[in-house]
């Protein structure tokens, strides 16, 4: 088996079901299965859905226990040579599975890679970055410094938003939304850290990954479309907090700080959550 894609599913509803169909549009030369995993949605049955795609393997679970944990659990049940980690907002765009699967063929140092995302418009997302530090967590995608100053040098270098997007290049990490993984650097280096709930596990693996000596790149040839947020609509300022919680274990685990280095860093989060919250325009809603 060349290639086992897993999507972690939780209230996406439609978009699910136009992700599925993008994979068959893709058609992809390379053996291939699917594993869905539910992380208990509240948005109707997905019965109809295996009728629909008998070729998908279906995980229901009782709870929502995150993406990592999730993709863990379908990662001991794959045979691929590698993983590609996908969201359910995503649609894979002709040959982007091809393409992907080629690259990490051809570069057998690469644990990891990502496509280029782009917004249902077209334009760029900022799908690779550098590793977050203390300093650069502020200038990331949704901080008020990159909203109030999108077009500032910190910004766009934590964002890596000068690439040319006309090569692969090698990055810091990619997101977690359409991720290729090579199977055997994925237990090389133990899997996602399942402390990492939503969000930051995509930087974690990559960073651990690099700690191993693999490398990680962008392969802007392979596209995919990416509706950031679907699973999180009705929970903005919940995922806020965890993006925050897991931006704070990461500098823990990978950064040494004093005791004050500490108190500073949970003060700052606390404090860019509690000015974004207000600003989401979100109702917090249980679904």
């Not at 969201?87 to 644990?111: C, R, Y």
């Not at 700080?257 to 974004?276: C, D, I, T, V, Y």
Request: with cysteine; hydrophobic share 40%; proline share 5%.
């Amino acid at each position: 088996m060349d290639l086992s894609i897993i999507i972690v599913n939780y209230n996406s509803g439609e978009h699910l079901k136009r992700c599925l169909a993008s994979l068959k549009d893709a058609s992809p030369q390379w053996t291939y299965e699917i594993v869905v995993v539910d992380n208990a949605s509240k948005d109707g049955d997905l019965t109809g859905l295996q009728k629909a795609h008998p070729e998908v393997h279906l995980i229901k679970n009782s709870k929502n226990v995150g993406f990592a944990k999730a993709n863990n659990q379908a990662i001991t049940q794959v045979r691929g040579k590698y993983i590609l980690l996908l969201n359910p907002d995503t649609l894979i765009l002709k040959n982007g599975l091809d393409q992907l699967v080629k690259f990490m063929e051809d570069h057998s140092e690469a644990g990891a890679a990502g496509p280029a995302l782009l917004n249902p418009d077209g334009t760029r997302q900022p799908s690779c970055r550098r590793f977050p530090t203390p300093t650069n967590v502020f200038f990331g995608r949704n901080s008020l410094l990159t909203r109030w100053f999108p077009r500032n040098p910190l910004s766009q270098s934590y964002l890596l938003m000068d690439l040319d997007g006309q090569k692969p290049v090698e990055v810091d990490w990619v997101m977690g939304a359409c991720m290729i993984l090579r199977h055997e650097a994925f237990q090389n280096v133990g899997g996602f850290d399942e402390i990492f709930f939503l969000f930051v596990e995509d930087a974690d693996l990559c960073y651990r990954l690099r700690q191993k000596g693999w490398k990680t790149y962008f392969v802007p040839e392979a596209q995919a479309i990416h509706e950031y947020g679907v699973s999180m609509r009705y929970r903005r300022r919940l995922s806020m907090k965890e993006h925050n919680i897991g931006m704070y274990r990461f500098f823990l685990k990978h950064y040494q700080f004093s005791l004050l280095m500490k108190g500073l860093l949970s003060l700052g989060l606390l404090l860019r959550l509690s000015l974004l919250a207000p600003l989401t325009g979100f109702q917090e809603t249980e679904r």
